[in-house]
């Protein structure tokens, strides 16, 4: 199993931006799939972002896509989400996942996660 900690969230204003990084430890993260959520206080928790395991194919939200891009660094044991152009309503906890089978939209895809970051847009 991999382990997880996400770092980068805080409070900005609507239109600016923020870059989550996720440090990866104890397996080979290359081996892993990766995606981004996020839940609300009262909601559900919602997919993001994703990206395979060598970075070469990448899928977004409906609600974010145009405005965040996940990457990753396998050689760094690290992957990314940058965050533009941020609306009220991206305001939520974010958590990075990691699972060998990944590549989902779905968190039960995924059997690693890190214990979340605050990310807070005021308008």
């Known amino acids: 199993q991999v382990q997880l900690v996400e770092s980068g969230g805080g409070l900005v204003q609507a239109g600016g931006s923020l870059r989550l990084s996720c440090a990866a430890s104890?397996?080979?993260?290359?081996?892993?799939?990766m995606g981004w959520f996020r839940q609300a206080p009262g909601k559900e928790r919602e997919f993001v972002a994703l990206?395979?395991?060598?970075?070469?194919?990448?899928y977004y939200a409906d609600s974010v896509k145009g405005r965040f891009t996940i990457s990753r660094d396998n050689a760094k044991n690290t992957g990314n989400l940058q965050m533009n152009s941020l609306k009220p309503e991206d305001t939520a906890v974010y958590y990075c996942?990691?699972?060998?089978?990944?590549?989902?939209?779905?968190?039960?895809?995924?059997?690693?996660w890190g214990q979340g970051t605050q990310v807070a847009v005021s308008s």
């Open positions: 990206i395979n395991r060598s970075g070469g194919s990448t």
């Open positions: 104890g397996r080979t993260f290359s081996n892993y799939a």
């Open positions: 996942a990691a699972g060998p089978l990944g590549y989902s939209v779905y968190p039960g895809s995924y059997n690693s």
